[in-house]
């Protein structure tokens, strides 16, 4: 084993959350979907361990994220799809990585809808690629971005980590494993309420659950994917034209939809609930499902429905998309 001397070098790189307006689930199927950045996201920083020979790293910190630290050389199942993903950077970058501590700091929670493993697993390739001063163009970082995707969720559809990487407001629409994404300008700035419950039961298990369902229902959820669909067409041009008014009223549309496609949950609902009651154009949940966030979209009352979701005890913070 050759170590380069690194010393002296630090690296740094940031990735967004993300929130899904409408589409999810539909979305791997060949629904279009619609997703936003978060303002809020994760930071990681890269620098060389002090003791490498004795550490046998790369070391993986992550406060708010792990209970403990991971050493790749000590193994811990509980840790899994962790010792994957590190597996995997080990085949990327080579040996040189086990010199490496890598620290995350994040304030997107696991588990939630909010895009948290995809924005793990873009700032991960872009600290990497920085700290080795390699050239990294946006197709190979979707390309990383997609097989770290796919050691947690099996099966991602990619828009999570899309949006993370282009960082704007985007349509997102895959058939036959063809890619169609497109940029959509809005016509006015749009702010969120991101209040969220537990953690989901995790975004592989809660596509495989409606996979099983769809296969016990197929002409029927078939059917909810072209609707759901359609209402993304729909948000899309209301998106542009900056009409808040049409765009809560079609995201509680999809949120009727993601209840019948089973994805929802009681706590859920009564959420959507508390920020349609204190003057949320509209509510839908975000990501996953049965667990996790629902988007409220404001109207000059961001403050008022994020207060509403603190009294009642739930985690809750304010989001701005701007016109760009
Ligand atoms: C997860 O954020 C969105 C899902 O549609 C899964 C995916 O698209 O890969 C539930």
């Known amino acids: 084993m050759t170590f380069v001397d690194l010393s002296n070098k630090l690296s740094f790189s940031y990735a967004s959350g993300k929130i899904i307006l409408v589409g999810e689930h539909a979305v791997v199927y060949g629904s279009q979907a619609i997703a936003f950045p978060l303002e809020q996201g994760l930071r990681i920083a890269i620098y060389p361990l002090k003791n490498p020979l004795k550490d046998q790293g790369p070391l993986l910190k992550a406060a708010n994220l792990l209970e403990t630290d991971i050493y790749f050389s000590k193994k811990d199942q509980k840790f899994g799809a962790f010792y994957d993903v590190l597996e995997y950077l080990l085949s990327v970058f080579g040996e040189q990585i086990r010199n490496l501590a890598i620290i995350i700091d994040t304030n997107i929670l696991p588990a939630r809808g909010l895009g948290s493993s995809a924005s793990l697993s873009v700032a991960l390739i872009k600290a990497l690629y920085q700290y080795f001063n390699w050239p990294l163009s946006q197709d190979l970082l979707i390309n990383h971005a997609e097989k770290l995707e796919t050691i947690f969720h099996m099966r991602p559809s990619g828009i999570d980590h899309t949006v993370i990487i282009k960082n704007k407001p985007i349509a997102f629409k895959k058939i036959d494993n063809k890619l ?53 067409k729909d948000l899309e041009l209301a998106i542009i034209d900056g009409y808040k008014v049409r765009i809560g009223e079609l995201m509680n549309v999809a949120q009727g939809y993601l209840n019948s496609l089973g994805v929802s949950c009681e706590s859920l609902e009564k959420l959507c609930f508390i920020a349609r009651n204190s003057g949320a154009l509209g ?36 989001s701005t998309t701007k016109v760009l």
């Open 283 to 318: 509510a839908k949940l975000t990501g996953a499902g049965g667990g996790g966030s629902i988007i409220a979209l404001s109207d000059g009352n961001a403050e008022e429905i994020k207060n509403s979701f603190l009294a009642y005890g739930y985690q809750a913070f304010i």
């Open 180 to 232: 169609n994404t497109w940029d959509i300008k809005q016509g006015c700035d749009l702010t969120f309420v991101i209040a969220s419950m537990d953690a989901h039961i995790g975004t592989k298990n809660a596509v495989n659950k409606l996979s099983y369902q769809l296969s016990k229902h197929t002409q029927t959820y078939t059917r909810i994917f072209g609707e759901i669909d359609l209402i993304a």
